[in-house]
């Protein structure tokens, strides 16, 4: 069967590096996604990731490994406002997205 | 009014009550889809609509009908549901559905949904 698995909690410092890891085992890969979703919001897209390598976009970068089907998601100088569950897809082969259950990631200050 | 708008934001229902959560897309997308969340669980996905076309239905129990009148609304409409329907349902859109950046989803906030 296909599966996603990321950390189900994490809790970090204000200020300080958070990685968020997803692991992934599915048919086929047509790239993977991850969401932000803060509490009682619509989940908003933060990256895309289809070859191997690190996508940066300001204090949150994306990393992927398909050899080791690997994710991870690296957030820089959190924030309060970063308090959130972060959610990893993976688009399959039959342009399918298979998504895990997400971490809720908590910053303390 | 910009990207997607769904409403009720909470839904209290009875098991023989007759509901319907609408879900309107301002983003011009060709597609659009139900999801349901349960906590700590991955996103189910229920429906797709690809140009006003269900292209996807995974096994989701008659009691959930889906209604795609226009690309720009969708309906979930809920007849003699159980309380384990109880969850957010969360409706999206995007511009296609096959590959890279046709599939990345802009989600509305999401009905809360409570079955009694």
């Known amino acids: 069967g296909q599966n996603i698995d990321q950390p189900t909690e994490m809790t970090a410092t204000e200020g300080a590096i958070v990685q968020i890891n997803c692991t992934y085992q599915t048919s086929g890969f047509n790239g993977l996604f991850w969401y932000q979703q803060h509490a009682g919001e619509a989940p908003t897209f933060l990256s895309y990731n289809v070859l191997d390598g690190l996508e940066e976009k300001g204090r949150f970068s994306s990393f992927l490994s398909r050899s080791k089907g690997y994710s991870y998601l690296l957030l820089k100088e959190l924030q309060m406002k970063d308090s959130a569950s972060y959610l990893c897809a993976v688009l399959d082969s039959n342009y399918q997205l298979i998504w895990g259950a997400g971490t809720k990631l908590i910053i303390k200050p | 009014e910009t990207g997607v708008t769904q409403t009720p934001r909470h839904l209290v229902m009875g098991m023989t009550n007759k509901k319907s959560l609408k879900c309107e897309q301002h983003?011009?997308?060709?597609?659009m889809y139900w999801y349901k969340q349960s906590a700590k669980k991955p996103l189910e996905l229920m429906f797709v609509?690809?140009?006003?076309?269900?292209?996807e239905n995974n096994s989701v129990p008659s009691r959930f009908s889906p209604e795609c009148p226009n690309s720009s609304h969708l309906f979930l409409h809920l007849h003699t549901l159980q309380p384990e329907d109880s969850a957010l349902y969360l409706c999206?859109?995007?511009?296609?559905?096959?590959?890279?950046?046709?599939?990345?989803?802009?989600f509305g906030a999401g009905s809360r949904l409570t079955v009694l």
């Open positions: 609509y690809s140009l006003e076309e269900r292209v």
């Open positions: 999206a859109s995007s511009q296609g559905t096959g590959g890279s950046g046709a599939n990345v989803l802009t």
């Open positions: 983003l011009g997308h060709n597609a």
